[in-house]
């Protein structure tokens, strides 16, 4: 019976490792390599050379020759994604054919953009070189204290560094890593204003920019010479439009409140322990009696030489009828901890007040 038993759970074991194979089997014949060959062209039937033909979720790729034709191996299941530079890319599943003839459409959102370059105004279709242009959405959202700060971490290869902790410094700004080895940090681009070349841009409010652009290659030099060579950023600012009127305000307001201010001595506490530390300096023998007289009774911050003229720095002084009406104008007072039968007088100043004041 044992043996029976085990004989019908080896016969089920080989039932499924058999239904395992032919499974295997035919996602393999559905995979089945296949060679696909076809023409890549545009709108106007004409061939495009370079477009990539790649095999969708592989690295599995080729590119179209000088009649736009092209070879390659994918699945007969597969899905092939073909992409140009200015039009938009396109997938299509293989579905068992051997020849896939495609039409790219163009990308006019790419294509129309325009750029100011360093000897005019062009399609982004027509130029070579590299230039990046900053997205004015960047500049509406937010209101920077300095231009250059706008460009950071919006432009590929553009490097901001805030070397400042003022508000409104200006920003380094490096482009593609500087020209000089020995020091790279400053090397800074040209500015062109409007035509105009200029150090900075860091009197030229966000607000009044119309477009910034970045020449990032070697061709910004066959413009403006040597001092190109670390790049150029242009700004072009924004003028009045014939026929149209338009007026825009906006205002910013900062109120800026200290949260919680340092808990230092005062007045009282500088005297209480100033006299005291003078007096068993004295007994310890650290001072002499002179000295010691010098600094309790002497025109000193902790002395009582001092009068209600311009002639002594201090206020700290022993309170008499001649100068009890400076009570009432804010003057503090306390006893003597050398002598309780005197009364001290002094003006106290709160530096917290004075240090952190509401700003706007």
């Known amino acids: 019976m044992i043996f029976k038993n085990l004989h019908d759970q080896l016969s089920k074991i080989k039932l499924l490792f058999l239904m395992a194979v032919l499974f295997l089997a035919g996602n393999l014949f559905a995979q089945e390599t296949m060679r696909i060959s076809g023409t890549v062209t545009d709108k106007q039937k004409q061939p495009l050379i370079g477009v990539t033909v790649k095999v969708k979720g592989s690295t599995v790729g080729v590119g179209t020759d000088s009649e736009g034709k092209y070879i390659i191996s994918a699945g007969s299941n597969a899905a092939l994604v073909f992409s140009y530079v200015g039009f938009k890319p396109k997938e299509e599943v293989v579905n068992g054919r051997s020849t896939i003839n495609l039409t790219l459409d163009d990308d006019a959102a790419k294509l129309s953009e325009v750029v100011v370059v360093g000897y005019g105004s062009q399609s982004r279709a027509t130029i070579s070189t590299s230039v990046s242009k900053l997205d004015n959405r960047v500049l509406e959202t937010i209101s920077y204290p300095n231009l250059t700060t706008a460009l950071q971490g919006t432009l590929p290869g553009v490097r901001v560094q805030t070397t400042s902790g003022q508000p409104g410094a200006a920003a380094r700004v490096t482009i593609r890593g500087g020209t000089s080895i020995s020091n790279p940090n400053n090397s800074g681009p040209l500015y062109i204003v409007?035509?105009?070349?200029?150090?900075?841009?860091?009197?030229?409010?966000?607000?009044?920019?119309?477009?910034?652009q970045v020449l990032k290659d070697a061709a910004s030099t066959s413009i403006y010479g040597s001092r190109a060579s670390n790049g150029i950023i242009i700004v072009t600012t924004k003028t009045g439009k014939a026929g149209r009127t338009s007026v825009n305000y906006s205002y910013d307001l900062t109120i800026g409140n200290v949260g919680r201010t340092y808990d230092i001595a005062n007045a009282r506490d500088y005297l209480y322990y100033g006299r005291l530390g003078v007096q068993e300096a004295l007994t310890r023998g650290y001072i002499t009696q002179a000295t010691a007289n010098a600094r309790l009774t002497g025109a000193t911050s902790i002395g009582t030489g001092n009068d209600l003229t311009n002639n002594t720095a201090f206020t700290t002084m022993f309170l008499t009828d001649a100068n009890r009406y400076k009570l009432d104008q804010g003057w503090q007072s306390m006893p003597d901890p050398l002598d309780a039968t005197k009364t001290l007088i002094f003006n106290d100043t709160n530096w917290n007040d004075v240090l952190y004041q509401t700003s706007v």
């Open 194 to 212: 409007d035509g105009i070349q200029r150090n900075d841009i860091n009197d030229i409010s966000s607000e009044d920019v119309e477009s910034l």
